[in-house]
DNA sequence: ATAGTAATTGTCATTTTTACATTTATTTTT
DNA sequence: AAAAATAAATGTAAAAATGACAATTACTAT
């Protein structure tokens, strides 16, 4: 089987960030590590890859095993590969980062892994280098959010404009005029009003609004610039 | 030594995409593979990465081999991991992305890997997924080089803004408004401009710029949009 | 019926973009 | 030595977008 002569093999795992909104603040999905080293601490919810699997497969057998969900967005974000990474044994990590509906995500799943969830502006100290790893997927979910529909993904299939500007708002740290707000977002075209309203926020209510699933994945890839003042928003990327 | 008990290990290799701009058209470099399976094949550079190294420790290595070239601007691509992406035994690699200044590169290092230089119209067919792995570069980096100066890392260091705009345009495979292109780069902040002019190619004579380095640096990740009507020119983005 | 609240729509000055036109600096030709 | 040729550099203005702020609207609760 091993017909390459004289080279190293190396254990390869997969590392989820995996992005949740409650409706007030963005989140990300933390378990309590099960095996030693380390057993105990706060870390990524991750796994090896197996003889049978891309990585793209074991992310999301490992995303599967602890939110019970398929089909959710996931991204390759970055191999992390430095030499003393993990202390027990030599292992490269691929990172991914994943987008769920938080109110799609089993509890029940996820209580033998003790995971919970953390504010961005609370996570522990986590193990190897997983900070740095959240680090990176904050950055590139500022980043790719600003140009790119992306944070739809985290809300439910009908929403509300200002409920889209809360969580815009909290990924950016900051407010948004919500005259202009909506505009641009109406005039992507991304979105299909519907004859329902919101009423719990206001007396007025606000409208409900879904996905235009069709233009969605047509233009995903169109550079958008959702964020006014975009430069001061964004510290750097990846 | 091994210590994680009965999980498989796997060949990790880097492969790296190296653009180059003979101030005509962008090309890659490209190599025979020296090594069965599939000897005298075209292919990517790469390597396999060593017990001592991280990936971009690898990728700066095997770069180094075949240009001579040190600090050359070097990015973590995407990490392809197909179960049989190598025919021989499963290897999963780590593809990396360079911007060298074409008249750097020192040929007779090379020679010793039969390498040629390809304009991106012309590509031979490779071995694996190393034709993937080119498109998804030349994705990468004309989204990147529209929102960020990176473009430079390809020309030397004294150029013109006529130069610029031919490989700004080679690029995107367009033609853009002198007048407005230069008034956009100008505009950034980033170059300096020099007291003398290249003459080869007009009679008036065109003024050489110079990065300004700091300027870049601390620049280098703001978005700048330096394409018109972006939208026509990405067709998608990694 | 009225007041209160947040959603929605409106306005307009400012800035940015873009198409196209003119001027300028230099070399080559007459 | 003047004129023509060439491409670089600068100028202009209409159109589009952005962004700050104001007014109106739809509903609920008093």
Redesign the pocket.
């Known amino acids: 089987m091993l017909k390459y002569q004289n080279q190293t093999r190396l254990l390869v795992a997969v590392d989820c960030i995996i992005f949740g909104f409650d409706g007030n603040k963005l989140k990300i999905l933390l378990i309590k590590r099960g095996l030693e080293p380390k057993k105990d601490h706060w870390s990524l919810m991750g796994g090896f890859v197996q003889p049978s699997e891309s990585t793209d497969e074991a992310a999301n057998r490992v995303l599967k095993q602890l939110t019970g969900l398929d089909g959710v967005y996931l991204e390759q974000l970055y191999t992390f590969s430095a030499k003393d990474r993990d202390p027990i044994e030599r292992t490269i990590s691929v990172a991914y980062f994943a987008l769920i509906d938080i109110h799609q995500y089993e509890k029940q799943i996820s209580e033998e892994y003790h995971a919970e969830w953390f504010q961005l502006d609370q996570i522990p100290e986590l193990i190897f280098d997983h900070s740095q790893m959240v680090a990176m997927a904050r950055e590139k979910l500022r980043y790719k959010a600003a140009l790119h529909p992306l944070l739809f993904e985290l809300l439910p299939a009908k929403f509300?404009?200002?409920l889209l500007q809360s969580l815009f708002e909290d990924v950016y740290e900051t407010n948004f005029?919500?005259?202009?707000f909506?505009?641009?977002i109406?005039s992507t075209g991304l979105l299909i009003k519907q004859k329902d309203?919101d009423?719990t926020?206001?007396?007025?209510?606000?409208?409900y609004y879904k996905l235009d699933k069709k233009h969605y994945k047509k233009n995903f890839h169109s550079v958008l610039?959702f964020i006014?003042?975009l430069n001061n928003h964004l510290e750097a990327e990846t």
């Open positions: 509300t404009l200002p005029d919500k005259g202009n909506s505009r641009k109406i309203k009423k926020n206001s007396k007025k209510g606000a409208f610039k006014p003042n």
